[in-house]
């Protein structure tokens, strides 16, 4: 994009990133009754992964804003 900086296309990317695994934590435990028992916890667990890694990233963009 003409006049995007680097930051800024980096911040957009995270941005972007971050929505993703919004959606798929969503996803992830919209259908975790619909699994068999010794599936659940393993979609707990992946859902759990990525929401402490979008605290990570969510914490680095706001540190970055401030």
Not at 28 to 41: E, I, R, T, Y
């Amino acid at each position: 994009m003409p006049g995007t900086t680097t930051s800024e296309q980096s911040r957009r990317d995270t941005i972007n990133h971050l929505r993703w695994q919004a959606k798929a934590v969503a996803n992830l435990l919209s259908a975790v009754h619909l699994l068999p028992p010794a599936d659940q916890q393993t979609t707990l667990d992946t859902a759990s992964s990525l929401a402490v890694e979008m605290s990570t990233e969510l914490d680095m963009l706001t540190r970055g804003a401030a």
